[in-house]
């Protein structure tokens, strides 16, 4: 069964960086495209960034929401199955709950990943 597992989350101060991993099983990882999504307190959750599959993989398949255009990159590693979301110059509005995500006829999501920024 399709499995995501996200790791590498935790509390940075403002200005720091993360390195998210998802490693994911169960289905053919370089055939899918990829998304990272996060949820605030209180808030609906919403699509952080988007990587196409093996086909689209370059920088074009590459897409970010506006608030992290710039200082997330998102990338994949088809030979150990795993999502990447590197996030600099982090700012406490980045704080939330981060989920991999994928679609295979339906959604799959990760168990999520709590990022806090602070000082």
């Known amino acids: 069964q399709v499995q995501l597992v996200e790791s590498g989350g935790g509390l940075v101060h403002p200005g720091g960086s993360l390195r998210l991993s998802c490693a994911a099983s169960?289905?053919?990882?370089?055939?899918?495209?990829m998304k990272w999504y996060r949820q605030a307190p209180g808030k609906e959750r919403e699509w952080v960034a988007g990587?196409?599959?093996?086909?689209?993989?370059?920088?074009?398949?590459?897409t970010y929401a506006d608030s992290v255009k710039g200082r997330f990159t998102i990338s994949r590693d088809n030979a150990k199955n795993t999502l990447y979301l590197q996030m600099n110059s982090l700012k406490p509005e980045d704080t939330a709950v981060y989920y991999c995500?994928?679609?295979?006829?339906?959604?799959?999501w990760g168990q999520g990943i709590q990022v806090t920024v602070s000082s």
């Open positions: 990587i196409g599959d093996v086909a689209r993989a370059g920088d074009r398949a590459r």
């Open positions: 995500n994928t679609y295979i006829y339906k959604n799959y």
């Open positions: 169960g289905f053919s990882f370089s055939n899918y495209a």
